[in-house]
């Protein structure tokens, strides 16, 4: 009876210092709103050192096999389990951004962008401190969505309501601002001079990597300092000629032909390094100049920078975060309906960005206000010649590259083949999903049945659009062409191993280029798409559960989007692991 | 004067000319060759392949680059620039390459170009070999044993004949051909080694009607 008693008023001490260290950290937080105006980044690392080591303490509690015991008793147990996830995810998130803060003010101080970098491991820590912050942002946005606040009491319930709203914005700017910095930290940190070639791209359009190259910039890199060298328009690009692309891979080739040497074109495959190096290789054929790297950028991206240069005006018109998104894909064909001056426009906009970004006139909460609101599919994009700084590309998953791994994998690209901007209008929802095992493949291993759903649709209006934006540049083959029309060409990479057992497009067998790129087998689908319509794909596949080397396979299914403008519905799923027989 | 108008001339066609295919936008423009069949090919299943993007009434045949006795089939591109044409396949597994006729410039609205595609008949063999030897020294009369189980996913590959080839620091010594037994599997046995060194062996399985040809190397052996 007694040890009852002991054990109930242990927890119950336990539980209180849990809610009472919550507390303690929740104020601690609120407190640093005068040192996050006042611009006081150690000041913001103390304070948040300080929530850091109560929201220790709660968690410390929260750990506790009793505290967690009491996570089962009813009516006050979700409470608990709430207040126990808040208290574990909320240190990591607390222990994270103080690491981040202490980085930057050192930074700041060791005046980062004015002179030379004289510690190139505080850039590398800010990187893989910005890494950890935003894992430890997800986790907790995932375990808060999983609390359901009709359960909770004492007040809880409110807050937490609040507590998810706010942690959401969070997650969804730091998963747009972390690989911003990823990116960012690797060009700065290059000790010796690089040359940078960053591919402004038009998601109205849609290519491989995200979006046509609209315009471009050309920066240099020197131990921390950035010069604008060149910046243009995708007409100043055509004007440099084709590309030689012969010594690219038969498979890419085979697949692409004659798109690999237009400028307008080279970013077809969904492998940003081929298009990259493409660039890369352009730019050294017509100017002689080595291009050391490759950064890919859309009109999502555009918007986050725009939040942290402030509006930027060109010829009349003002850009900021909150309009660069529409005024980048749709505004600007209505408003300058001169090709001309509409690039004129493009080049101006993109030019006074990058001179302030270098100038390093920014503003975090202009960059964080941005990432919040950014509801595009952008992404950034990053390729260096260097294998040690691709390789650091590859790691934070900014490399865009198709792997050639064996395991459950899939990628979908989409490329507008009509010569127009109608992808404003174009929509994606794509799923993926493992199924039953105990199937060969035909291509030697054992393996499970899986299934790729596209749905691909054009909710462009049938009338009042520009004509720059719903032409048709593609061959008429006498397919109907009203206005708003259009023609995409989905790109599917398979699983290795992979094949597929029947291929429809609304329910018919469809004809579809095949090819192996990256050791993966690949389906092209050329879909005429009329205005209003959508266009269903299913891909029945049998993939590998075993590897080469006869080992098993392991993983959730991965299905990786396209970089588009409206961002894509994705879904995974899995039936469960399968046994090697 | 003659002449050098002649050179002129020649000059400037040439330099009108471009090394690499002209500019090509929107993306997918030129001709594309697709197969109907998406799922598992037979060899000698004939095949259904589409030439898609080649403007109206222009001649299209295909063909397999290497396959010996398969006749090439031709047709004519359709009012949607399309032609579907029926070919027989090869009768032993393998990759074989599709290829079209050369299709004109005119024809490809932009340049010449001849489509290929690589088409795998027949399901592939796998073997994940080992060798061992009963003695490291090459003094004592060792026996090397190459071993392998040999399968296409969950099926054991039956009664299949192979060829092992032992190498010494790369170059072939010795050759013994056995066949799988009931369990797929296979051991074959090299005696007469007198020399140290670097032994690998190369597994050869040659193609049939089902089973696409394969080809593996184990890891190395040194013996002293």
Same mark, same amino acid.
């Given at each position: 009876?007694?040890?009852?008693?002991?054990?109930?008023?242990?927890?119950?001490?336990?539980?209180?210092?849990?809610?009472?260290?919550?507390?303690?950290?929740?104020?601690?937080?609120?407190?640093?709103?005068?040192?996050?105006?006042?611009?006081?980044?150690?000041?913001?690392?103390?304070?948040?050192?300080?929530?850091?080591?109560?929201?220790?303490?709660?968690?410390?509690?929260?750990?506790?096999p009793?505290?967690?015991?009491?996570?089962?008793?009813?009516?006050?147990?979700?409470?608990?389990?709430?207040?126990?996830?808040?208290?574990?995810?909320?240190?990591?998130?607390?222990?994270?951004?103080?690491?981040?803060?202490?980085?930057?003010?050192?930074?700041?101080?060791?005046?980062?962008?004015?002179?030379?970098?004289?510690?190139?491991?505080?850039?590398?820590?800010?990187?893989?401190?910005?890494?950890?912050?935003?894992?430890?942002?997800?986790?907790?946005?995932?375990?808060?969505?999983?609390?359901?606040?009709?359960?909770?009491?004492?007040?809880?319930?409110?807050?937490?309501?609040?507590?998810?709203?706010?942690?959401?914005s969070l $997650?969804?700017?730091?998963?747009?601002?972390?690989?911003?910095?990823?990116?960012?930290?690797?060009?700065?940190?290059?000790?010796?001079?690089?040359?940078?070639?960053?591919?402004?791209?038009?998601?109205?359009?849609?290519?491989?990597?995200?979006?046509i190259?609209?315009?471009?910039?050309?920066?240099?890199?020197?131990?921390?300092?950035?010069?604008?060298?060149?910046?243009?328009?995708?007409?100043?690009?055509?004007?440099?000629?084709?590309?030689?692309?012969?010594?690219?891979?038969?498979?890419?080739?085979?697949?692409?032909?004659?798109?690999?040497?237009?400028?307008?074109?080279?970013?077809?495959?969904?492998h940003?390094?081929?298009?990259?190096?493409?660039?890369?290789?352009?730019?050294?054929?017509?100017?002689?100049?080595?291009?050391?790297?490759?950064?890919?950028?859309?009109?999502?991206?555009?918007?986050?920078?725009?939040?942290?240069?402030?509006?930027?005006?060109?010829?009349?018109?003002?850009?900021?975060?909150?309009?660069?998104?529409e005024?980048?894909?749709?505004?600007?064909?209505?408003r300058?309906?001169?090709?001309?001056?509409?690039?004129?426009?493009?080049?101006?906009?993109?030019?006074?960005?990058?001179?302030?970004?270098?100038?390093?006139?920014?503003?975090?909460?202009?960059?964080?206000?941005?990432?919040?609101?950014?509801?595009?599919?952008?992404?950034?994009?990053a390729?260096?010649?260097?294998?040690?700084?691709?390789?650091?590309?590859?790691?934070?998953?900014?490399?865009g590259?198709?792997?050639?791994?064996?395991?459950?994998?899939?990628?979908?690209?989409?490329?507008?083949?009509?010569?127009?901007?109608?992808?404003?209008?174009?929509?994606?929802?794509?799923?993926?999903?493992l199924?039953?095992?105990?199937?060969?493949?035909f291509?030697?291993?054992?393996?499970?049945?899986?299934?790729?759903?596209?749905?691909?649709?054009?909710?462009?209006?049938?009338?009042?659009?520009?004509?720059?934006?719903?032409?048709?540049?593609?061959?008429?083959?006498?397919?109907?062409?009203?206005?708003?029309?259009?023609?995409?060409?989905?790109?599917?990479?398979?699983?290795?191993?992979?094949? $597929?057992?029947?291929?429809?497009?609304?329910?018919?067998?469809?004809?579809?280029?095949?090819?192996?790129?990256?050791?993966?087998?690949?389906?092209?689908?050329?879909?005429?798409?009329l205005?209003?319509?959508?266009?269903?794909?299913v891909?029945?596949?049998?993939?590998?559960?075993?590897?080469?080397?006869?080992?098993?396979?392991?993983?959730?299914?991965?299905?990786?989007?396209?970089?588009?403008?409206?961002?894509?519905?994705?879904?995974?799923?899995s039936?469960?692991?399968?046994?090697l027989? | 004067?003659k002449?050098?108008?002649?050179?002129?001339?020649?000059?400037?066609?040439?330099?009108?000319? &471009?090394?690499?295919?002209?500019?090509?936008? &929107?993306?997918?423009?030129? &001709?594309?060759?697709?197969?109907?069949?998406?799922? #598992?090919?037979?060899?000698?299943q004939?095949?259904?392949?589409?030439?898609? #993007?080649?403007? &109206?009434?222009?001649?299209?045949?295909?063909?397999?680059? =290497?396959?010996?006795?398969?006749?090439?089939?031709?047709?004519?591109?359709?009012a949607?620039?399309?032609?579907?044409?029926?070919?027989?396949?090869?009768?032993?597994?393998?990759?074989?390459?599709?290829?079209?006729?050369?299709?004109?410039?005119?024809?490809?609205?932009?340049?010449?170009?001849?489509?290929?595609?690589?088409?795998?008949?027949?399901?592939?063999?796998?073997?994940?070999?080992?060798?061992?030897?009963? =003695?490291?020294?090459s003094?004592?009369k060792?026996?090397?044993?190459?071993?392998?189980?040999?399968?296409?996913?969950?099926?054991?590959?039956?009664?299949?004949?192979?060829?092992?080839?032992? =190498?010494?620091?790369?170059?072939?010594?010795?050759?013994?051909?056995?066949?799988?037994?009931?369990?797929?599997?296979?051991?074959?046995?090299?005696?007469?080694?007198?020399?140290?060194?670097?032994?690998?062996?190369?597994?050869?399985?040659?193609?049939?009607?089902?089973?696409?040809?394969?080809?593996?190397?184990?890891?190395?052996?040194?013996?002293?």
């Amino acid at each position: 009876m007694v040890a009852l008693v002991l054990f109930i008023l242990y927890g119950v001490i336990r539980i209180t210092l849990m809610f009472v260290s919550l507390q303690g950290a929740i104020g601690e937080v609120q407190s640093l709103r005068a040192a996050v105006q006042n611009k006081d980044l150690g000041e913001v690392s103390r304070g948040l050192g300080k929530a850091a080591d109560s929201i220790a303490m709660a968690d410390s509690s929260a750990s506790d096999p009793i505290v967690q015991l009491f996570g089962f008793v009813p009516i006050i147990g979700g409470d608990i389990r709430t207040a126990s996830i808040v208290s574990s995810d909320g240190r990591f998130v607390l222990q994270a951004a103080q690491e981040v803060t202490h980085v930057a003010n050192q930074l700041v101080k060791s005046g980062v962008g004015k002179k030379p970098i004289s510690d190139r491991t505080l850039i590398s820590s800010l990187r893989e401190g910005m890494s950890a912050l935003d894992s430890a942002v997800q986790k907790l946005n995932t375990d808060l969505a999983s609390v359901d606040e009709a359960e909770l009491h004492f007040g809880l319930d409110s807050k937490i309501k609040t507590a998810k709203e706010v942690v959401s914005s969070l $997650a969804i700017a730091s998963s747009r601002i972390t690989p911003l910095v990823q990116v960012g930290t690797t060009v700065i940190e290059q000790p010796d001079r690089k040359r940078w070639f960053v591919s402004i791209q038009n998601l109205a359009e849609l290519r491989g990597t995200g979006g046509i190259t609209g315009a471009y910039a050309v920066i240099s890199s020197e131990n921390g300092k950035l010069k604008l060298e060149e910046y243009g328009s995708d007409k100043r690009l055509l004007k440099e000629g084709p590309i030689d692309y012969k010594n690219y891979p038969q498979g890419l080739r085979n697949l692409w032909g004659a798109d690999l040497s237009d400028w307008r074109d080279i970013n077809v495959s969904a492998h940003a390094p081929y298009a990259a190096q493409l660039l890369a290789d352009g730019w050294q054929q017509n100017r002689g100049k080595r291009v050391d790297g490759v950064l890919f950028i859309g009109q999502g991206v555009v918007s986050q920078l725009s939040g942290a240069v402030g509006p930027v005006d060109a010829r009349g018109v003002v850009v900021d975060k909150d309009n660069a998104v529409e005024f980048l894909s749709k505004d600007i064909y209505a408003r300058f309906t001169n090709v001309q001056t509409k690039d004129a426009v493009v080049g101006e906009l993109a030019s006074e960005m990058f001179k302030r970004l270098i100038a390093g006139k920014v503003s975090v909460s202009g960059l964080f206000a941005a990432a919040a609101n950014d509801t595009t599919g952008d992404r950034i994009l990053a390729w260096s010649r260097d294998k040690s700084t691709q390789q650091v590309f590859s790691k934070y998953r900014v490399s865009g590259e198709i792997s050639q791994s064996f395991g459950p994998s899939v990628a979908v690209t989409l490329n507008n083949a009509g010569g127009n901007k109608l992808d404003a209008y174009t929509t994606l929802k794509a799923s993926y999903s493992l199924g039953v095992c105990n199937v060969d493949t035909f291509t030697g291993y054992q393996g499970r049945r899986s299934r790729v759903t596209i749905d691909l649709s054009n909710n462009s209006p049938k009338i009042g659009l520009p004509a720059y934006v719903d032409m048709r540049l593609d061959t008429n083959f006498g397919e109907p062409r009203p206005k708003g029309s259009n023609r995409e060409l989905i790109t599917v990479y398979g699983p290795v191993g992979s094949e $597929a057992e029947s291929i429809t497009v609304d329910g018919v067998p469809g004809f579809t280029v095949n090819g192996m790129d990256r050791n993966r087998p690949l389906w092209i689908f050329d879909l005429n798409m009329l205005p209003g319509t959508t266009k269903e794909i299913v891909l029945n596949l049998v993939e590998p559960i075993n590897d080469e080397n006869d080992e098993k396979l392991s993983g959730t299914p991965s299905l990786q989007g396209p970089v588009m403008l409206n961002a894509p519905a994705l879904r995974s799923s899995s039936t469960g692991a399968c046994s090697l027989q | 004067m003659k002449t050098k108008l002649t050179t002129l001339a020649v000059a400037f066609v040439l330099a009108a000319i &471009p090394s690499i295919p002209a500019l090509a936008y &929107p993306t997918g423009q030129a &001709p594309t060759l697709s197969l109907s069949a998406s799922g #598992r090919l037979t060899p000698g299943q004939s095949v259904s392949a589409t030439v898609a #993007r080649v403007k &109206p009434g222009c001649p299209v045949s295909i063909s397999w680059n =290497n396959a010996a006795g398969i006749s090439a089939v031709s047709g004519t591109s359709g009012a949607d620039g399309t032609t579907t044409l029926s070919i027989a396949s090869p009768k032993i597994s393998g990759t074989y390459v599709l290829t079209t006729s050369a299709i004109s410039a005119v024809c490809a609205a932009g340049s010449a170009v001849t489509l290929t595609s690589n088409v795998v008949f027949g399901k592939i063999a796998t073997i994940t070999p080992k060798i061992v030897t009963s =003695n490291v020294s090459s003094k004592k009369k060792p026996v090397i044993s190459v071993s392998a189980i040999v399968k296409s996913g969950t099926t054991l590959v039956k009664s299949k004949s192979i060829t092992v080839d032992l =190498n010494l620091a790369g170059k072939k010594l010795k050759t013994v051909k056995v066949k799988t037994d009931a369990k797929g599997a296979f051991t074959a046995k090299f005696t007469g080694i007198t020399k140290a060194g670097k032994y690998t062996a190369v597994i050869t399985f040659t193609a049939d009607s089902i089973y696409s040809a394969a080809k593996v190397t184990t890891k190395a052996l040194t013996l002293k």
